[in-house]
């Protein structure tokens, strides 16, 4: 069933996480303003794909809502480990005489989680509808 609600949810969610990276640069830096991308770091890169191909497994596993369920927390878990690396990295930035620009690539993640929340609450609704039909048999 890949013509539920939140198979579009994880499907904006992977595409938020596996090809927006490439076009939404993270942050310019200061003393030649040139952008820096997901790809100038190894475990951005490998975070990254990770969640996306998480993400991508949970789309094609629509016959185990419990499986896809997890699969969308622990997107999430990794989500917020990536927005980590994130803040750690703009807050670390001490001494700086001029103000770096951050850029959107910085918030994918957490678009990404919002997403995922509202593909779990929609798979969290299939099973209680599941259940309650089974109840009635």
């Not at 820096?36 to 990254?48: P, W």
């Amino acid at each position: 069933m890949l013509q539920r609600i939140q198979t579009l949810y994880m499907l904006i969610s992977c595409i938020l996480t596996a090809a927006l990276p490439f076009i939404f640069f993270l942050w310019k830096e200061v003393g030649n303003a040139t952008p820096v991308y997901f790809t100038s770091s190894l475990i951005y890169m490998l975070l990254f794909g990770f969640i996306s191909l998480i993400t991508l497994i949970s789309i094609f596993s629509f016959k185990k809502r419990q499986t896809q369920f997890v699969l969308n927390r622990l997107s999430i878990i990794f989500n917020f480990i990536l927005l980590g690396f994130f803040v750690y990295r703009t807050l670390s930035l001490s001494g700086e005489t001029e103000v770096s620009e951050k850029g959107i690539g910085m918030i994918l993640p957490a678009i990404s989680i919002v997403f995922l929340v509202l593909a779990n609450r929609a798979i969290k609704k299939d099973e209680d509808l599941v259940k309650s039909v089974d109840r009635l048999r």
